[in-house]
């Protein structure tokens, strides 16, 4: 099989050991790179990432001098890096070490022993899902072009034909979270790549509008769209540590019914109250009978000050359970009266054994 017009120049292998990193070196002929380097230490990788262009990178769990966690780590820290995908390469299996990477954002995960149709499937995908949004990057090249001639308008309304799917980028995050209850950690790894290629393009779209406005002297405008490109940054930066907020709660709370409840609990108490539901709107798609989750929901809106999604969403929850005492108690908080008890003893179902907001 011979993938030569598809792929790329220059591969790394980073591991410590050499039977391994021959096996792989053997595994890319198919794919006929120009040039292929093998490194040991991570930081001697790292070093030769940052002074050469590299079009894929193959990670062992175990090198000479950090482990593949830490590796990842740095290439995602380091904004020249952050386009170069890393696919795992490894014989470990567990599922911690999984969510780990995933987690640091690695291309794809392939389990030694691995056969040659898998090694090209995962290696394909992992180039591919980097350049999920190339048709889109040449729009903005285009538009950046008409900027520099003059043609503003049209730029504008090029750059706005991009931003108006800007809440992809939380959908395809949302999605991950999916596959990873599900364990479909491949498809979890597409999602969030996606997101993050998504959410890059449209932080670079809103920069586009910024510099077109500028150049119609429209300051206002232009600084309203500057404010919009940090927005988008800000909202990568919550989104990555909601991801890994999130990975945690799967690997330590394994017993948790519905993660995305437990993950609405964390971030309203941390503060992040809109975060906080979404979360638990995520969860409802999991368990939409869940008492818990409803009350969670009301007491995050009645701390946003929103009163009355706190009632609507206080009454859901007795709706599903009208014994359960602390939806009770913030009901005659909110309503300064009592809910109707149940009819008969009995008529109430058992509560679910859920994270409750405390």
Do not use: W
Not at 135 to 151: H, S
């Amino acid at each position: 099989m011979d993938f030569s017009p598809i792929l790329f120049d220059t591969v790394i292998i980073v591991s410590k050991n050499e039977d391994n990193a021959r096996r792989d070196r053997r595994s890319l002929a198919s794919f006929r790179p120009q040039r292929v380097e093998s490194f040991a230490s991570g930081e001697k990788a790292l070093a030769f990432l940052l002074a050469n262009r590299v079009d894929m990178v193959l990670l062992d769990s175990q090198l000479e001098d950090m482990d593949a966690t830490q590796f990842l780590r740095l290439t995602r820290r380091d904004m020249r890096l952050k386009d170069v995908p890393v696919v795992m390469v490894t014989a470990n299996t567990s599922r911690e070490k999984v969510l780990d990477s995933i987690a640091q954002g690695c291309a794809g995960y392939i389990l030694r022993p691995y056969s040659e149709d898998t090694f090209a499937k995962h290696v394909l995908r992992g180039c591919q899902v980097e350049r999920v949004t190339e048709i889109e990057q040449q729009q903005i090249a285009d538009a950046r072009d008409m900027i520099a001639a003059g043609n503003f308008d049209d730029a504008i309304e090029a750059f706005e034909e991009i931003i108006s799917e800007q809440n992809m980028a939380q959908k395809y995050y949302d999605m991950g979270c999916r596959c990873l209850i599900r364990q479909k950690y491949g498809q979890a790894i597409i999602a969030f790549k996606k997101a993050i290629k998504l959410n890059d393009l449209f932080a670079e779209a809103y920069k586009g509008l910024a510099d077109a406005y500028k150049g119609k002297g429209e300051i206002d405008e232009f600084k309203r769209y500057l404010q919009k490109a940090a927005e988008v940054h800000a909202q990568f930066n919550r989104l990555e540590e909601t991801k890994e907020l999130f990975i945690e709660i799967l690997k330590y709370d394994t017993l948790s019914p519905n993660p995305f409840n437990s993950l609405g609990v964390k971030l309203r108490k941390s503060g992040d109250l809109a975060g906080a539901l979404h979360a638990y709107t995520q969860a409802l798609t999991l368990t939409p009978e869940d008492e818990n989750i409803h009350f969670n929901m009301s007491k995050a809106f009645y701390f946003m000050g929103n009163i009355e999604s706190a009632k609507t969403s206080v009454e859901r929850a007795l709706e599903c359970n009208s014994s359960f005492e602390e939806g009770r108690r913030l009901y005659r908080k909110l309503y300064n009266r009592e809910y109707p008890r149940p009819a008969a003893a009995g008529a109430s179902r058992p509560p679910v054994d859920s994270v409750r907001d405390d």
